[in-house]
């Protein structure tokens, strides 16, 4: 084995949206370390951290028809039945939602739940309330997505939080999406919600922790039904 590819087994690659944070970070480290020695330890280590938090790793993606998968590593912060964002076109009835709250240390790299198509693509600016209150998916800036699929339409909303200040989306509408497919990312600390058919019946609970590309949100083809939970 080569030395370039033992490195790229042992290191997390980091994706190329955070170079230029990471190159930041390491001149502030360094003009610390020049201006107030004592102070430059403290720059090299927010500089790891944002090496860390730009951290993009594979994942093995469930492919079976009718999974929903996580869009976003962290914490489920929500399961239930809510209206969508008006600005996707998913009607006004409550639909089964997943919220997945993403704080400071999780990856931020968001990923398709579902394969299908991409039929709209709506941005609505807003305020940046702190993403795991309930109101934040009503208020805050926001990305959706409606993706299309044999099983109905889903919508993929991408909310900034209280830190986070620049949602990015990587693909656009008409595009075709594979389950698991890198879409977006958002900078430090927010939140992703999964809005599902009427039909669907989430498989996960609050606080657990969920991957993204990973984590099986829903069963829309088998027979899995409804799960409880326990804190222990």
């Known amino acids: 084995m080569s030395v370039t590819a033992s490195i790229r087994r042992t290191l997390v690659p980091i994706h190329p949206e955070g170079y230029i944070f990471i190159a930041a970070f390491a001149v502030l480290a360094m003009a610390l370390a020049w201006a107030v020695p004592p102070l430059g330890w403290l720059g090299w280590v927010l500089t790891a951290w944002c090496a860390y938090f730009f951290r993009d790793p594979p ?13 976003a590593d962290g914490r489920i912060d929500s399961v239930g039945f809510f209206v969508p964002p008006p600005e996707l076109g998913l009607g006004v009835k409550p639909l ?14 968001n990923r398709a739940p579902v394969s299908g198509r991409i039929t709209k693509i709506a941005y609505r600016a807003g305020l940046f309330l702190s993403a ?8 805050n800036e926001r990305n ?34 594979s389950v698991g497919e890198r879409i977006g990312l958002i900078r430090f600390g927010s939140r992703v919600d999964v809005y ?18 990973e984590t099986v949100l829903a069963d829309l ?11 222990q």
Request: charged letters at 25%; aromatic letters at 6%; one cysteine or more.
């Open 196 to 213: 599902m058919p009427e039909d669907a019946r989430p498989i996960v609970g609050v606080g657990q922790r969920a991957v993204a590309g």
């Open 96 to 109: 089964p939602r997943v919220s997945v709250f993403m704080d400071v240390f999780d990856c931020h790299v």
């Open 144 to 177: 959706g997505l409606v993706i299309e699929t044999p099983h109905g339409s889903f919508g993929v909303v991408q909310i900034a939080g209280l830190v986070a200040r620049r949602i990015l989306c990587f693909v656009k509408e008409g595009n075709d999406l």
């Open 59 to 71: 994942r093995a993606t469930p492919v079976r028809e009718g999974l929903v998968i996580s869009p």
């Open 132 to 139: 795991d209150l309930d109101k934040a998916s009503d208020d």
């Open 221 to 231: 083809a088998g027979s899995d039904a409804p799960r409880s939970f326990r804190i």
